[in-house]
């Protein structure tokens, strides 16, 4: 087993971003375990899924073959879905299907692997809680609603902050309140606010906790 960075938090608190340059820093295997989420939203999107049809959805997770690549693009069936998985459409089916325990299961299965033979950083919402309760180091990064929904924004400057700022209030309700893996900081989790701070900065105060 390699060591293992958690990183959890709510959609916007600078996760990616840390997460990845932390990676590259200590050269660790970057991993995004919210565009596994994602790739079974689009592949259930594309085949007409019933997003509550846990049977189907679960047979889903287990069959796709969800590539993570280092430079960050993803890839289904060996298609390239790297773009495809941030459409707004994509972003909201994904937060319906991670919370069914099916989808759940399949999908911490195969990031417990992913961190069998290789040290990872490892960002999502239950990654210190369910994935890796004995991680090395587990952080809860937040930010402040306003300050996460000007990151947003920044990423996709052609949906008006408002509805940006609704579809986060929705899905981070429905990512905290579900009731398999809900988001909640572990209790040996280090709490970081990165509003106002710079990458580099969370990025300094996480390599001390290494
Ligand atoms: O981090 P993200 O926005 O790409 O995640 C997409 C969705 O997947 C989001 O609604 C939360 C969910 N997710 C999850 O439930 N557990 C994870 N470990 C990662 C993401």
């Known amino acids: 087993m390699g060591q293992v960075i958690a990183i959890d938090g709510p959609a916007g608190a600078g996760k990616s971003t840390i997460a990845r340059n932390l990676a590259a820093r200590l050269g660790y295997v970057y991993i995004d375990s919210g565009a596994m989420y994602r790739a079974v939203a689009l592949s259930a999107l594309r085949q007409g899924i019933d997003l509550t049809d846990e049977v189907r959805l679960e047979k889903l997770a287990h069959a796709a073959a969800i590539e993570l690549q280092q430079d960050r693009r993803v890839c289904l069936d060996g298609e390239d879905i790297t773009d495809a998985i941030r459409e707004p459409a994509v972003t909201a089916a994904a937060s319906k299907v991670a ?7 399949a999908l911490v299965a195969r990031q417990q692997q992913m961190a069998e033979h ?3 950083v490892m960002e999502g919402r239950d990654i210190g809680t369910v994935v890796f309760p004995h991680a090395r180091v587990k952080v809860y990064l ?9 990151r947003r924004s920044g990423e996709q400057p052609d949906i008006a902050p408002e509805s940006l700022a609704a579809h986060i209030a929705e899905r981070d309700d429905r990512d905290r309140q579900r009731v398999q893996s809900p988001l909640v900081q572990a209790a040996d ?3 970081i606010d990165s509003t106002g701070l ?3 900065q969370v990025e300094e105060e996480i390599l001390k906790l290494c």
């Open 142 to 150: 937040d930010a402040d609603p306003a300050e996460r929904v000007r």
């Open 189 to 191: 989790a280090i709490y």
């Open 198 to 200: 710079t990458a580099l």
């Open 99 to 105: 919370a069914l325990p099916g989808v759940r299961a």
């Open 118 to 120: 290789s040290n990872v």
